[in-house]
Structures are given as C-alpha cells and as structure tokens.
C-alpha cells in the first residue's frame, strides 16, 4: 500500500472515532461532569505527606506542583537526583512547605524495597502517587527482552510493592489516597504496545479491586487514565525524535489540566479518572453499540504512533 494511501486509510480511522466521539459527547458528559476541575477546590485529604514516583518531569512534577500550592509536603522519588533537588529546593521555597528528592531506579528490586520500607514507618504519608513509567516502540518480538520485564517491574511491581506498604498506614490513621496514574491505552490494546496496555489494564483492574477492598477506610483509591499528554515523555527514550504532528492537535493535553481533573476527582468516589471532555467521549463511544468500529479506530491511531 502506498503512503498516501496509508495515510488516508488512518485518517479515515481518526474521522470515525471523532465522529463517534461527538455522537457520545452527551453520555460523556455525564460521566465526566464530577471531574470538571478548572476552578481551584481543596483537595479531600489530611495536610500531611505525599510521595510521588517519577517526580522530575511530567504529570510526576505537575502533581508535585500542585501539591506543594496546596499545602502537601513532598517526597520526589526519580532516578535523575539533580533535577529532584533542583525542584524539592523550587517548591520549598516558593511554597513554605518540606520537599526531599529521594532518588531510586523502581526497576531495581533494592530500591523499591527501601522506597516501601519508608512508607511502611512514615507517619504523615496522605498521599501516594504511583507515576513512574515509560513506553517502548516496535512490537512485541521487537523489544529487547529485559525492557519489557523492567516496564512490568516499574509499572507494575513496583506500584503494588509500594500499595501494599503505603495502605495500612493511612487506614490506620483514618484516612488518605492512592492514584496509579495508568493510561488511556488500557482501554484499547494496540500493536505495537502489546506490554504496554497490558500493564495499564493490570492498574486498572488493580486499583478498582483495591477501592473496592478499603471501602469504609476513609482511604481512596483512583487509576488515572490520561491519553496524549504534552510532556518529556515523547522526547526521551524509545521516543527521542518523535513527531507529535502524527496525533491531531486536539488529542493532546497539558499536564496541569490531567493532574487538576485527578486531584478534584480525589473524594468522588470514582476510581476510573479519565481526563479529557473528548477522551471520555472516546471511552464512552467504546462502549456503545459502535463500540467494535471504534476500538478498532483508536487502535489504529495508537499503533501508527507507536510505530513512527
């Protein structure tokens, strides 16, 4: 098949998940109108600590941010310690509040065992989250093996290691939260991303079991979804040279929008938080009587950016 009309071919697939995004745009709007978050609002938790995975950049820094104007002492755990110190220092003194960098490889079985071991014994923790992580390129067979089983250590092992050490401290103290920042791809598998969304459905799937566990412990549980987000993500790794033009303008979002709609959702009661009026539209339409044609769509879309 030619280029173009490979390109055509896509861009018919991204059209009929617009259209079948707008024709569900009334039932998302119901299911995302808890998380409209623009507006400031105080966040439904005790003022204490909040430890954030994968802190130096991204949706891990935005959240530090907003937690730092909000009151929260942080704890930033990162592999880069420079550019840990060089925020915890920035939002200490913009903010009055105790920032640490708290350097750690959550691929690495030692460190995430001192990281839960902290956890374990602290005793202002109100807040975890679990937002390391990192995506590959090419499919399955493609990708080195070790780099796949360090995706499942990172996203998965470690975020459960660190649940479980995290969890009896806030229910014992009445009350706190933990979000597993997952992704928009745990609702669609895709070539191409085979171990990825499968990690994110596993967060998923994790986080609405634990809420359901600690209902009544005044300890919430959310698993974030966000889909294309404006960050370092595209710019390092698997991704360096990555042209964001091959996702449409609007899929994209900014940070400091997806950590707003997952701090306001905190207290809803939700535990799936997608944030995004057209991502839940997307979802919504997934699972309609269109849902097939449009997972196959967004499938599409994925596996063409996953592929460059």
Not at 102 to 108: G, M, V
Not at 172 to 181: K, L, M, P, S, Y
Not at 228 to 243: C, L, R, S
Not at 286 to 306: D, E, F
Request: include cysteine; charged fraction near 20%; glycine fraction near 10%.
């Amino acid at each position: 098949m030619s280029n173009s009309k490979t390109t055509s071919h896509w861009g018919r697939k991204v059209a009929l998940a617009g259209l079948a995004a707008a024709g569900a745009f009334v039932a998302a709007r119901r299911v995302g109108a808890a998380a409209r978050a623009n507006a400031p609002r105080p966040i439904p938790l005790p003022r204490g600590r909040a430890v954030i995975t994968g802190a130096s950049a991204g949706i891990g820094e935005e959240f530090a941010r907003q937690l730092a104007a909000a009151g929260f002492d942080l704890t930033l755990v990162a592999r880069r310690e420079d550019r840990l110190r060089t925020l915890a220092d920035e939002l200490s003194a913009a903010h009055g509040i105790r920032a640490e960098a708290w350097p750690a490889d959550l691929a690495d079985e030692a460190d995430v065992a001192a990281l839960a071991g902290a956890l374990a014994t602290a005793d202002d923790l109100a807040l975890l989250v679990n937002n390391a992580g990192f995506g590959t390129r090419g499919e399955f067979i493609e990708v080195e093996l070790e780099r796949t089983l360090d995706m499942i250590r990172v996203h998965v092992l470690a975020t459960v290691t660190l649940c479980r050490a995290a969890a009896p401290g806030m229910i014992a103290r009445g009350g706190g939260a933990i979000i597993n920042v997952s992704s928009i791809a745990a609702f669609f598998p895709s070539a191409g991303g085979a171990n990825y969304g499968a990690t994110k459905a596993y967060l998923n799937a994790f986080s609405e079991a634990l809420a359901a566990e600690l209902r009544g412990t005044g300890v919430a549980v959310q698993a974030l979804c966000p889909g294309f987000t404006t960050t370092e993500f595209h710019d390092v790794g698997d991704y360096q040279n990555f042209d964001r033009g091959q996702i449409p303008a609007p899929l994209w979002m900014p940070a400091r929008d997806v950590v707003a709609e997952s701090l306001a959702a905190l207290g809803s009661g939700r535990v799936i938080v997608v944030p995004g009026a057209k991502y839940r539209a997307i979802v919504a339409a997934a699972n309609s009587p269109l849902g097939n044609p449009i997972r196959q769509a967004a499938r599409a879309v994925r596996a063409r950016w996953r592929k460059g």
